[in-house]
């Protein structure tokens, strides 16, 4: 199953540290299938994210690697999943209402 998992980072990124491991119970993730995000990869590259760093600026969800997603798209973000109406996604639309709340970072990795 081809799938994507969204997590709360409970600390800021450290600035000078690359995030290239895959460690989802670390940050608490939830896993959505490939058939619900790739479809909406378009409309999620407004989001202003950062690709395995904070030293490396990038937009949208990162397919195959680590993206580290800043409190500031986090409101973007949750409209854009909430404007699809899937429940398959509620889950997700949960998890950045939390970070939010949090003013927390929240990380995805990719397929």
């Not at 209402?97 to 990719?110: D, L, P, S, T």
């Amino acid at each position: 199953m081809a799938k994507h998992e969204f997590g709360i980072f409970e600390t800021e990124p450290e600035q000078d540290k690359r995030y290239d491991e895959y460690c989802p119970e670390k940050y608490g993730c939830i896993a959505i299938h490939d058939d619900y995000i790739e479809p909406l990869l378009g409309e999620l590259s407004v989001l202003e994210t950062y690709i395995h760093t904070l030293f490396r600026p990038g937009n949208g969800l990162v397919y195959y690697g680590i993206t580290l997603i800043p409190p500031s798209s986090l409101l973007e973000f949750k409209k854009i999943i909430d404007l699809t109406g899937r429940k398959e996604l509620q889950a997700l639309s949960k998890k950045i209402e939390e970070a939010m709340q949090r003013h927390k970072f929240m990380i995805h990795y990719g397929i």
